[in-house]
C-alpha cells in the first residue's frame, strides 16, 4: 500500500467561535487560536481542522457563507489567517479548512444576482422550480421558499437562508475549484468537505445524497484541484455505508482521503425526531457497529475515527456517565477511538473532559436546528412537551459542542474577557485546561499519551496500518480487541460500562502502556467502571 503524510495523523477540530477570544467582543478569533498552539503542539496534534471562518451572515454560525475568500471580521483578516497558516507550520501542526460547497449564504452575490432575475447570469448557480416538491429541509419544514420577485421557489436543503448549489452548472463549478486553488496556493493542508455526498443531488428523482452523479463529480473535483496539491481531503457523508466508503477512499479511485461514516452515531435515534428522541445507547450494538468498519473496510480504504464533533452532544454526557465517571469514560472512549484503524479526530475540549450544559430555557440556545425543531415538534406539532424537547436537547444539542472552551477557573473560563456570544459551562470551575495540565493522572495527559503513541516508533505502524482483530467476550461493554503488525502485538481491553467484567489472559504481559484502573493482577483481568488496558505482548 502506498503510504501517505496524513496517515498516522491525528487532526484537532476548532470550532474558532467558541475557541479563545482576543479581542474581548465574546467571539473567539484566528488570533486566539495563534495563541494555543503551543498548547495543541503539546497536546500533539497534526492538524487543525477550523470549522469556517469564512465570511458570513451567521445564521448557521458560518456554515452559510458569503464569501468564501474573505475572512469575518469577527474571527480577524486574511492577514490573520496567513500568520495561522505560518505559525502553525513552524510548530509542525497544518490547516485544513471547512469547506462548504453543497449551499452558500443566501447574502452571497451570486445569489444575490440569481435572486434579481430568471435570465440573470447567476441564476442557474442555485436551484429554482415553478412549484416545490414535498422535500423537507434538514431543519425543518420545506426544502423550498417561495421568491416573491421572480414567482418561483429556490431548493435549500438546509435553512432558507442556505440556498442550494446546482451542480450541473458547470460555470458554477469552475468558481468553486479555483476558489480551492486559492486557498490551497495560500499553503493550507486540505479540507474537511461539508454534506459532500448531497452535490449529486437529483432533485427530480427526488435524491439527495449518493446520486448518481456525485462520484464522477468528486472525482473531476479532486482531479482539479486536491489531488494537484497532495491535500488531505475528509467528506461528511452522514448516510454512508462501507461500500460507499470504499468508493470515497479507495487510493485508486482518487477521490478523497477519508470519510466521516456516522453509523455509530445515529444507532439510538429515532427515525421520526433524530437526535430529539433517542434511546439510551446499547453498547453491543456499538460496539458491532465499530467492529463492522474496521474489518470490513479494505486496507487501503480510510475510516475517521470520532465520536465528538460540533454537532453533536459531548460523548460523555451523550453517552457516559458525565458525574462522578466523566474522567474516566472520557478515557475510556479516546482509548478505544485511538487504538482503532483509522485518523483519530479530537474535537476541542474532548481532550479535557469538557461535558453537555444545561440551560434552563429555549432562548439561551443559539442553534438554528434547536430553535427550528422546538417551533416545528413542541409548538406546531405538539409531538413533545417542551420538557421532554429539552430532555433530548441536553444529550443531543449541538449548542453542548459549542460552549466557550474551558481555558482556566477565571471568569467565563478564560474564553473571553467580555460577554461570551454563548453561555459558558459553568462547571469550567472544575473542568478546564489549567487543571489539567497540572494534574499528570488528567485526561489531557492520556490523551497526549495516546496521541504520543501512534506517532511512536514502538507502536506507531500497528495502529496506523496494524491487522483489527476483535476477541470474544459475552460482556456486551467490555470492548477487547487486538491490534497486530508484523512482530507487534496490543492487547485493549476497555469497559465501557459502568457494570464490572473480565477476561481470561494465558499469555505474557510485555510493556503495560495503558491502564487507568491500575490493575496489578494479569491472569484472570477484572475491568471496573470505565478502566482501560492496554498492553504489548
Ligand atoms: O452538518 C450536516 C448535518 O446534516 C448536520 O447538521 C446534522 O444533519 C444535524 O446536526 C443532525 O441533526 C453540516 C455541518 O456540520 C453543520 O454544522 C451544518 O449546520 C450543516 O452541514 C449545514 O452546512
Redesign the pocket.
Known amino acids: 500500500m502506498e503510504k501517505k503524510w496524513w496517515h498516522n495523523n491525528v487532526i484537532y477540530q476548532i470550532y474558532p467561535k467558541s475557541f479563545n477570544d482576543t479581542t474581548g467582543n465574546g467571539i473567539g478569533d484566528i488570533q486566539g487560536i495563534i495563541e494555543k498552539l503551543e498548547y495543541l503542539c503539546y497536546l500533539g496534534v497534526d492538524i487543525l481542522w477550523l ?1 469556517p471562518v469564512y465570511e458570513s451572515p451567521m445564521k ?2 458560518g ?2 457563507i458569503s464569501n468564501y475568500q474573505k475572512i469575518d471580521p469577527v474571527f480577524g483578516s486574511m492577514a490573520d489567517m496567513e500568520q495561522l497558516i505560518k505559525e502553525a507550520k513552524k510548530h509542525d501542526i497544518g490547516i485544513i479548512m ?1 469547506l ?1 460547497i ?2 452558500t449564504s443566501d447574502q452571497h452575490p451570486w445569489f444575490l444576482e440569481a435572486k434579481k432575475a430568471k435570465d440573470n447570469a447567476y441564476r442557474d448557480y442555485y436551484i429554482w422550480k415553478d412549484s416545490p416538491t414535498d422535500m423537507e429541509s ?2 425543518g419544514g420545506s426544502a423550498w421558499t417561495y421568491d416573491e420577485v421572480t414567482d418561483q421557489h429556490y431548493f435549500h ?3 432558507e437562508e ?1 440556498p442550494d448549489l446546482n451542480w450541473d452548472n458547470k460555470a458554477m463549478r469552475k468558481d468553486i475549484y479555483d476558489m480551492i486553488n486559492w486557498w490551497l496556493d495560500k499553503g493550507i493542508k486540505g479540507f474537511r468537505l ?2 459532500i455526498e448531497l452535490i449529486g443531488k437529483d432533485i427530480d428523482k427526488g435524491v439527495t445524497s449518493n446520486g448518481k452523479r456525485l462520484h464522477p463529480r468528486l472525482q473531476t473535483l479532486a482531479k482539479d484541484t486536491f489531488n494537484k496539491y497532495d491535500a488531505f481531503t475528509v467528506g ?1 457523508t ?1 448516510s454512508a455505508s462501507i461500500d460507499d466508503a470504499r468508493l470515497y477512499t479507495d487510493p485508486k479511485r482518487k477521490e478523497l482521503s477519508t470519510i466521516f461514516q456516522f453509523e455509530h452515531i445515529t444507532l439510538n435515534w429515532d427515525k421520526t425526531y ?3 428522541k433517542t434511546t439510551p445507547l446499547d453498547r453491543k450494538a456499538l460496539k458491532d457497529v465499530l467492529y463492522k468498519w474496521q474489518k470490513e473496510l479494505p486496507d487501503d480504504a480510510w475510516n475517521s475515527l470520532f465520536f465528538n ?4 452532544g459531548r460523548v460523555t454526557s451523550r453517552w457516559g456517565n458525565d458525574g462522578r465517571y466523566n474522567e474516566k469514560c472520557a478515557k475510556a472512549f479516546a482509548t478505544v477511538l485511538h487504538m482503532m484503524k483509522g485518523i483519530p479526530f479530537v474535537y476541542q475540549g474532548e481532550e479535557i473532559a469538557m461535558t453537555n450544559v444545561k440551560y434552563q430555557h429555549i432562548d439561551d440556545y443559539n442553534d ?2 434547536i430553535h427550528n425543531r422546538h417551533r416545528e415538534y413542541v409548538i406546531e406539532q405538539q409531538a413533545m412537551t417542551q420538557h421532554e424537547f429539552l430532555s433530548q436537547v441536553y444529550l ?1 444539542g ?1 449548542d453542548n459542542a459549542r460552549t466557550p472552551m474551558q481555558w482556566d477557573k477565571s471568569n467565563n473560563g478564560g474564553f473571553t474577557t467580555g460577554t461570551p456570544w454563548l453561555r459558558p459551562n459553568n462547571n469550567y470551575l472544575f473542568i478546564n485546561v489549567d487543571d489539567n495540565l497540572k494534574n499528570k493522572q488528567s485526561v489531557f495527559y492520556h490523551y497526549q499519551k495516546l496521541i504520543k503513541l501512534r506517532h511512536s516508533e514502538d507502536y506507531g505502524d500497528t495502529l496506523v496500518y496494524g491487522a483489527f482483530i476483535p476477541c470474544e467476550t459475552t460482556y456486551d461493554n467490555l470492548f477487547l480487541f487486538e491490534r497486530h503488525h508484523k512482530e507487534k502485538r496490543l492487547l485493549i481491553a476497555v469497559n465501557l460500562g459502568e457494570s464490572s467484567v473480565s477476561f481470561e489472559w494465558e499469555r505474557n504481559v510485555d510493556d503495560i502502556i495503558v491502564n487507568t484502573g491500575n490493575i496489578d493482577y494479569f491472569k484472570s483481568i477484572t475491568l471496573n467502571a470505565y478502566d482501560a488496558l492496554v498492553f504489548s505482548y
Open positions: 470549522s448557521d454560525n456554515y452559510d471547512d462548504v453543497n449551499h434538514v431543519f436543503l438546509f435553512a442556505q461539508d454534506v461528511e452522514w433524530n437526535k430529539f464533533n460540533h454537532d453533536l438554528i436546528e443531543n449541538r
